[in-house]
């Protein structure tokens, strides 16, 4: 008895797209996935009811090479006007962290890293202080010291450009880098920069939120991770963590409970993106997760 040949291997992939919504696109994308022996094993879609655009995020495996996929799903790309990117499905996203003295998020994204639960690679931590170099070094990810002055802005940026690209660095984290990135610097990141605010955006902007939230006497706090732009703390939103106080709680201990938040906060939006799950929708954010 002859046995039959093994089926080829299945490559593992992941579309997103967005273009102006109208009738057929979900058909048309399908369509384009059979053509190209695809199975799909997630899928999700939103229709913008403000902007007019439609959304798609899918998951899918097929025996064609992933140039194969891309020239299949071209054709229908152009039809519909769509904004796409086919991504490897399981590749990790080279991923620069930026802190400046407070540790927290840094060790939390460094140990999910580790322990495999958040798809990134770190190849290189940023720090205008040395008070983190230790842990960078306990992880074994390369410490760059870069100090930031308002006369020294300009060239320490330039370094961070530099080191992105002798990285291919593809995601930047600000875990709490407490540097006011200069506004090219934002339009060159947009929508690969995320940045982790200590407060529950919009309210309690700028420096002490905790201070102001424990003045006004809160009863939640929260932290917000976001998209960096050139508009301080006002990029669109990716994720956001509360947790209950009352009265009792001091505004030390407020920022105590904000720390844990914060880091939840900044380990989903890093996922999420990571994974391809967040699409702009202006100054919103669409999130499959």
């Not at 991923?95 to 580790?114: E, P, V, Y």
Request: glycine content about 6%.
């Amino acid at each position: 008895m002859i046995s039959p040949p093994d089926a080829p291997a299945a490559n593992a992939f992941t579309l997103t797209l967005s273009c102006p919504d109208r009738p057929g696109i979900v058909h048309a994308v399908s369509a384009s996935l059979v053509a190209a022996e695809g199975n799909i094993t997630e899928s999700a879609q939103f229709g913008s009811p403000e902007t007019g655009s439609f959304f798609m995020r899918v998951d899918f495996t097929s025996p064609r090479s992933y140039e194969q996929v891309h020239a299949e799903l071209a054709a229908t790309a152009s039809v519909f006007a769509m904004s796409w990117e086919l991504h490897r499905a399981g590749r990790r996203t080279r991923t620069l962290i930026m802190a400046s003295k407070s540790g927290h998020c840094l060790n939390d994204l460094l140990f999910q890293q580790r322990a495999g639960t958040l798809p990134i690679d770190v190849p290189a931590i940023v720090s205008n202080h040395r008070e983190l170099e230790s842990l960078a070094d306990f992880y074994g990810v390369p410490f760059h010291y870069v100090p930031v002055t308002p006369d020294t802005k300009g060239q320490a940026e330039d370094r961070l450009r530099a080191l992105m690209a002798e990285l291919d660095i593809e995601l930047v984290v600000l875990a709490r880098y407490m540097q006011i990135l200069s506004n090219d610097l934002c339009r060159d990141l947009s929508g690969r920069a995320i940045n982790i605010h200590h407060s529950f955006l919009p309210s309690f902007k700028g420096a002490r939120p905790y201070h102001q939230a424990h003045a006004r006497g809160v009863k939640l706090i929260g932290a917000t991770a976001h998209y960096v732009t050139s508009d301080l703390d006002e990029g669109p939103i990716i994720e956001q963590e509360v947790i209950r106080v009352d009265h009792a709680r001091s505004a030390a201990q407020l920022a105590a409970l904000g720390s844990d938040v914060e880091g939840r906060a900044l380990s989903k939006a890093v996922q999420w993106h990571a994974e391809h799950r967040v699409l702009l929708d202006g100054r919103r954010t669409i999130v499959f997760n």
